[in-house]
């Protein structure tokens, strides 16, 4: 699983309506928590949703104009909101604009989850626990932790550091046991304490871990875990 999430997974399975009332539920609570720029950003964007995406093929395959119209806005405002989606990773490029032909998106699922994670709570606590997904009590011969690493440098340590704020609590659990074997050909490869930890990592966070080492190493090519 490279580019669909496990969320994603979740939206095209046997409870893919509740997830999507879900997801754009999470949407709007982090509107309603934001100031005006967010919530017409985050508006447009559940309008775009609901009239245009394809949750089964992940595809949003919608013109500038037909968007602007949809809108209400000229084509510039919907070049430069779109744009903005990207840097959010809310929306991912899965083919650029060509002549006759328009630009693909995906859904950043796990982007717009681990934005909106904040706002939850505001919903309530059933809301919290679907969302997190199950909490797995693993036994305690199935982890073994590293020794406390050292403040880590580099990318895999600005995609730390940029994770412990959005989510300190799955950063601790998850991605700072982790140790970083070097970036091979933009390619990030990371060892896991244990091969519980590697399946459980790929299967959970994968999706968002790429979305983040994207941002910080050139010519990305993907992620890889395992285990010792």
């Not at 730390?160 to 991605?175: F, K, N, Q, Y």
């Amino acid at each position: 699983m490279t580019l669909k999430s496990r969320a994603l997974s979740k939206a095209q399975g046997t409870q893919g309506a509740a997830f999507k009332y879900d997801l754009l539920t999470a949407l709007g609570a982090y509107a309603c928590a934001g100031d005006k720029h967010r919530q017409r950003l985050i508006i447009r964007l559940i309008v775009l949703i609901t009239a245009r995406y394809d949750w089964r093929a992940d595809m949003l395959t919608t013109g500038q104009r037909e968007i602007a119209v949809l809108w209400s806005v000229d084509e510039r405002t919907v070049k430069r909101v779109m744009a903005n989606y990207r840097d959010l990773g809310w929306l991912v490029l899965k083919r650029p604009a060509a002549r006759g032909r328009v630009a693909c998106y995906g859904l950043g699922i796990d982007a717009i989850l681990s934005d909106s994670r904040g706002s939850w709570e505001h919903v309530g606590v059933d809301f919290v626990d679907r969302l997190s997904g199950p909490k797995l009590e693993p036994a305690s011969d199935k982890i073994v932790p590293f020794p406390p690493a050292e403040v880590q440098r580099g990318p895999w340590g600005r995609i730390c550091e940029h994770w412990s704020r959005m989510d300190p609590a799955t950063h601790l659990s998850w991605i700072a046991p982790l140790r970083c074997e070097g970036v091979i050909d933009g390619r990030l490869f990371l060892l896991a304490p244990s091969g519980f930890h590697a399946v459980y990592l790929r299967t959970h966070h994968l999706g968002l871990l790429e979305h983040y080492a994207s941002r910080e190493i050139s010519g990305f090519g993907g992620v890889e875990v395992r285990g010792p």
